[in-house]
Nanobody, 122 residues
Framework: QVQLVESGGGLVQAGGSLRLSCAAS????????MGWFRQAPGKEREFVAT????????NYADSVKGRFTISRDNAKNTVYLQMNSLKPEDTAVYYC???????????????WGRGTQVTVSS
């Protein structure tokens, strides 16, 4: 089992920045694909970003490309999501996930954190 705990969420004004962290514990493996997803009220959970095990390959949703950056420190078992130029539409609960497959589909991820709230005011 792998446990994931997100942190770093909060309230920020439009145009501001936040850095989310996701700490992994348990049977962690650097080979896991790590992803960030988000879910706004009344909407389905959506893909945000993903990183390969080495961190050498990343992928982003079009809505965040150029503004968000995913990175990971395998020595610390931690993955990050740097969010810049935040917009009100970025408001959501952000979830960290770990999986075995390179995918944008949340069903391909085996382990999930409980999420951290990000609220962007206009």
């Amino acid at each position: 089992q792998v446990q994931l705990v997100e942190s770093g969420g909060g309230l920020v004004q439009a145009g501001g920045s936040l850095r989310l962290s996701c700490a992994a514990s348990g049977r962690t493996r650097s080979t896991y694909v790590m992803g960030w997803f988000r879910q706004a009220p009344g909407k389905e959970r959506e893909f945000v970003a993903t990183s390969s095990g080495s961190g050498g390959n990343t992928n982003y949703a079009d809505s965040v490309k150029g503004r968000f950056t995913i990175s990971r420190d395998n020595a610390k078992n931690t993955v990050y999501l740097q969010m810049n130029s935040l917009k009100p539409e970025d408001t959501a609960v952000y979830y960290c996930a770990a999986g075995y497959f390179w995918s944008k589909n949340n069903r391909d991820y085996a382990y999930w954190g409980r999420g951290t709230q990000v609220t962007v005011s206009s």
